[in-house]
């Protein structure tokens, strides 16, 4: 499959046909384009590639997850970038119990959560100070957002460990409420209590590459091209 446009664009097709295994070429129409392959002027040559068999896949690991409120699921969703508990009308830090195998790990206090693919881990996870890891790796990442205690670094969990997170929100002086928000799109209200449970069940990603340069040649590609586009 081909797919025109940016990074964004890449995501959703992704997540709508993950289940027909299908590998996808990603052509850049938009603006750093890490998950795209090629740019226009060189798509052709791309595909005369991909036809001569010239071409390799990366395996991109997803995430499953649902939202647990009062013992019933509400909300269910897929995501290959990150799910993110963030404050969003919630005028101050909350709780964030995380437990990783039914074990109560940490509790972040703050603004936020990240639990971030290694394809994620170059997106907000990177902009919050997480680690990156290379896209065929089976981690999952969880970074905090502006923690108020420590620990403030991130910590990488496998992708076999099935992660939940408990939103604990103070009664006393409500102001809003919390919210759960998937590849930076599709935002969903969260509830003091609920329970969110996040694991990777074998759901992936293909995406086809073609050029010779490595994941770490690209990232400094990129990112030098991010800084220098900022500045």
Do not use: W
């Amino acid at each position: 499959m081909i797919v025109l446009g940016g990074d964004g664009t890449l995501l959703r097709a992704c997540k709508k046909l993950y289940r027909l295994d299908i590998p996808m070429l990603g052509i850049n129409f938009g603006h750093l384009g890490y998950l795209t392959e090629c740019n226009p002027d060189v798509a052709l040559g791309a595909i005369d590639k991909i036809v001569k068999g010239e071409y390799t896949l990366e395996n991109r690991i997803m995430l499953s997850g649902e939202v647990i409120r009062n013992g019933k699921s509400v909300y269910s969703f897929v995501a290959l970038n990150e799910a993110s508990f963030y404050r969003s009308t919630l005028l101050k830090a909350f709780n964030a119990e995380l437990y990783i195998n039914g074990m109560l790990t940490q509790t972040v206090v703050g603004d936020g959560l990240i639990v971030a693919t290694p394809t994620g881990s170059t997106s907000y996870n990177l902009s919050a100070g997480g680690p990156v890891l290379t896209p065929n790796s089976k981690n999952i990442v969880l970074t905090p957002i502006s923690p108020k205690y420590f620990p403030r670094s991130s910590l990488v969990a496998s992708g076999d460990d099935k992660i939940e997170v408990k939103i604990i929100v103070d009664s006393i002086v409500k102001t809003g409420n919390p919210a759960l928000q998937i590849d930076g799109d599709n935002a969903f209200e969260l509830n003091d209590g609920d329970v969110i449970k996040i694991e990777h069940r074998g759901e992936l990603a293909r995406t086809i590459k073609i050029t010779e340069q490595s994941f770490y040649q690209i990232l400094r590609k990129k990112l030098s091209k991010a800084t220098y586009d900022n500045t």
